[in-house]
């Protein structure tokens, strides 16, 4: 009797039946720009707000816990540019990132490269564990994700996670079967989408023009002025 009890254990847990994988969303925060160097662009500036990209990732938990109090969070942030901008503006930023994790209950991974960030999303994913769905906030453009952004160099990017990585830098198991994506940037809608579902077998919701963060500060998620796009 003991011996087919082992037996049948063994038997379901080679099927991937005794653990079911869990579900987690993963959100993706990119890099603010620095205020100096932004108002020098005139009306073309961006990131008034230090929080734009931190305070709609905290939205979108809020949303998600109201339909689901016992949703997992990995939180991925791009550290460098919040350092930056708090020398700048004379705060601890990084502090209060974390402090905002604890918060809401988040797994806060803090990185300092588009590498290190890569390897947060497919980490998110091993084990028992999949992406059910992933959310995107920061600057982008219809190509790439820019972790960032006119922060060390003035209206250009050294960091960004591009279309054609995706297939060679993440983890296509990482992501449950029906993994809801979505990117909050500029423009991902006109190419990057395609890609992303081409190499990881989910959409990814992308809007085909820019994206406006003045909705956050009133607790709501970003909008758009184009058409979003799978």
């Given at each position: 009797?003991?011996?087919?009890?082992?037996?049948?254990?063994?038997?379901?847990?080679?099927?991937?039946?005794?653990?079911?994988?869990?579900?987690?969303?993963?959100?993706?925060?990119?890099?603010?720009?620095?205020?100096?160097?932004?108002?020098?662009?005139?009306?073309?500036?961006?990131?008034?707000?230090?929080?734009?990209?931190?305070?709609?990732?905290?939205?979108?938990?809020?949303i998600e816990r109201q339909s689901?109090?016992?949703?997992?969070?990995?939180?991925?942030?791009?550290?460098?540019?919040?350092?930056?901008?708090?020398?700048?503006?004379?705060?601890?930023?990084?502090?209060?990132?974390?402090?905002?994790?604890?918060?809401?209950?988040?797994?806060?991974?803090?990185?300092?490269?588009?590498?290190?960030?890569?390897?947060?999303?497919?980490?998110?994913?091993?084990?028992k564990q999949r992406i059910t769905?992933?959310?995107?906030?920061?600057?982008?453009?219809?190509?790439?994700?820019?972790?960032?952004?006119?922060?060390?160099?003035?209206?250009?990017?050294?960091?960004?996670?591009?279309?054609?990585?995706?297939?060679?830098?993440?983890?296509?198991?990482?992501?449950?079967?029906?993994?809801?994506?979505?990117?909050?940037?500029?423009?991902?809608?006109?190419?990057?989408?395609?890609?992303?579902?081409?190499?990881?077998?989910?959409?990814?919701?992308?809007?085909?023009?820019?994206?406006?963060?003045?909705?956050?500060?009133?607790?709501?998620?970003?909008?758009?002025?184009?058409?979003?796009?799978?």
């Amino acid at each position: 009797m003991i011996r087919s009890a082992i037996w049948i254990v063994s038997l379901l847990a080679v099927a991937g039946m005794c653990f079911p994988a869990t579900g987690v969303e993963v959100i993706l925060t990119g890099g603010v720009a620095l205020k100096s160097w932004e108002y020098l662009r005139g009306p073309a500036k961006h990131d008034n707000w230090w929080a734009n990209f931190v305070r709609a990732s905290t939205v979108r938990m809020q949303i998600e816990r109201q339909s689901n109090p016992k949703q997992q969070f990995v939180w991925i942030v791009y550290r460098p540019a919040y350092v930056t901008r708090g020398q700048e503006e004379k705060t601890d930023y990084v502090s209060r990132i974390r402090e905002t994790a604890r918060k809401y209950g988040a797994k806060l991974e803090l990185v300092d490269t588009a590498d290190q960030a890569y390897r947060a999303i497919n980490r998110a994913g091993q084990g028992k564990q999949r992406i059910t769905s992933f959310v995107y906030f920061g600057h982008s453009n219809a190509h790439a994700f820019m972790l960032d952004y006119s922060n060390s160099i003035i209206g250009s990017s050294k960091q960004w996670m591009h279309e054609k990585e995706l297939a060679s830098r993440l983890s296509r198991n990482a992501f449950a079967p029906g993994a809801k994506c979505i990117s909050y940037g500029c423009y991902t809608g006109l190419s990057m989408s395609r890609y992303w579902r081409a190499a990881l077998g989910v959409p990814l919701v992308g809007n085909t023009a820019s994206t406006r963060y003045q909705p956050v500060g009133e607790g709501k998620l970003p909008t758009g002025g184009g058409e979003w796009k799978q």
